[in-house]
């Protein structure tokens, strides 16, 4: 049994007869009466017989087509409620991103987001990676701003920036050089995310690479405490600049970019493969994207103006924590 069959065989019974309902389709009798037939033999009764003035339904005939309209109309409904959910606009939206993003893009695009719709009722999510594209693929959010790993590549994912990481530590240990090659990261007291984070995987990965081992001197999964503790000098944060410029602007931290090579990790928005992008989530695509442009930094940093040389090395850090 199949939706033509059962679509052939209401139409016969709402004309009233093969030859009209023939007409109506645009098909041939011959067509309709092997698909009706089809159908009895399926279902194993006869569903309708032929006399002088048309068709007449058998007690099954009856029954199924009572129970085939009303699968007919559930289906036609389904069917224009997708359409109208792949070509509507957008009343609300969850956006998910780890918390470093998060710290840096919710406020701006927020305030994006409502200057296009104000009526739009947002919610953001801050998670780790793992759990964003868990609940990406579930439907828990919408979309998501997430680091590029091999999971993202299973998704509709495109590449926003690439971020450069920095050497982050307490205002009350001196300015940092500029630059900070990786070779001293080795000695200095880390505090970095625990490894089920994608910061701590891709940093510990990066670094093996270089064949150093880091020596993290604290784990914290929350960027706000992880932050307290260096301002307290507990040991040094590995982070993107942009998510501590106001911790720096405050004179309560000090970073310096890390070098030789660079660290660095790349964010991609990814929409979920399973289901379909209305033309209202394409228009909140494009506004992260030019959101997230606003807020790129130049493939080549910007360093630190020309000044005093600095009062302490990355390397010395170690020596007075």
């Known amino acids: 049994m199949n939706q033509r069959d059962i679509e052939y065989f209401v139409k016969v019974v709402e004309a009233g007869s093969f030859s009209q309902a023939a007409i109506l389709l645009g098909k041939t009798?011959?067509?309709?009466?092997?698909?009706?037939?089809?159908?009895?033999?399926?279902?194993?009764?006869?569903?309708?017989?032929?006399?002088?003035?048309?068709?007449?339904?058998?007690?099954?005939?009856?029954?199924?087509?009572?129970?085939?309209?009303?699968?007919?109309?559930?289906?036609?409904?389904?069917?224009?409620?997708?359409?109208?959910?792949?070509?509507?606009?957008?009343?609300?939206?969850?956006?998910?991103?780890?918390?470093?993003?998060?710290?840096?893009?919710?406020?701006?695009?927020a305030r994006t987001l409502y200057a296009a719709y104000p009526d739009i009722k947002l919610r953001f999510t801050e998670a780790f990676n793992g759990h964003l594209l868990e609940w990406l693929t579930n439907g828990r959010i919408d979309l998501a701003v997430l680091y590029a790993n091999e999971a993202t590549q299973r998704l509709n994912a495109e590449p926003l920036l690439t971020e450069r990481m920095h050497l982050v530590a307490s205002?009350?240990?001196?300015?940092?050089?500029?630059?900070?090659?990786?070779?001293?990261?080795?000695?200095?007291?880390?505090?970095?995310?625990?490894?089920?984070?994608?910061?701590?995987?891709?940093?510990?990965?990066?670094?093996?690479?270089?064949?150093?081992?880091l020596n993290v001197h604290a784990e914290c999964d929350s960027i706000s405490s992880m932050l307290r503790l260096v301002e307290g000098d507990m040991g040094c944060a590995i982070l993107p600049e942009a998510a501590i410029q106001g911790e720096i602007e405050a004179g309560k931290l000090v970073s310096s970019l890390i070098v030789e090579p660079f660290l660095e990790r790349s964010l991609v928005l990814a929409t979920p493969t399973n289901r379909c992008v209305s033309s209202g989530m394409g228009e909140l695509v494009r506004l992260i994207k030019r959101q997230m442009r606003a807020l790129e930094t130049p493939a080549e940093p910007a360093f630190a103006p020309p000044g005093p040389p600095s009062r302490i090395t990355p390397a010395e850090i170690l020596m007075t924590a």
Do not use: F
């Open 29 to 109: 009798q011959p067509v309709l009466s092997r698909h009706v037939r089809d159908l009895e033999t399926d279902l194993r009764v006869p569903l309708l017989y032929r006399n002088g003035r048309g068709v007449v339904l058998t007690e099954a005939g009856e029954r199924l087509y009572a129970r085939a309209t009303s699968i007919l109309e559930q289906l036609a409904e389904a069917r224009t409620e997708m359409l109208n959910l792949c070509k509507g606009g957008i009343d609300s939206a969850n956006i998910g991103m780890p918390p470093t993003v998060a710290r840096i893009l919710t406020v701006p695009l």
């Open 171 to 213: 205002a009350e240990r001196g300015p940092l050089p500029p630059r900070t090659p990786s070779r001293e990261l080795p000695d200095l007291p880390l505090v970095l995310p625990s490894r089920n984070h994608g910061l701590r995987q891709q940093v510990e990965t990066w670094a093996t690479r270089q064949g150093m081992t």
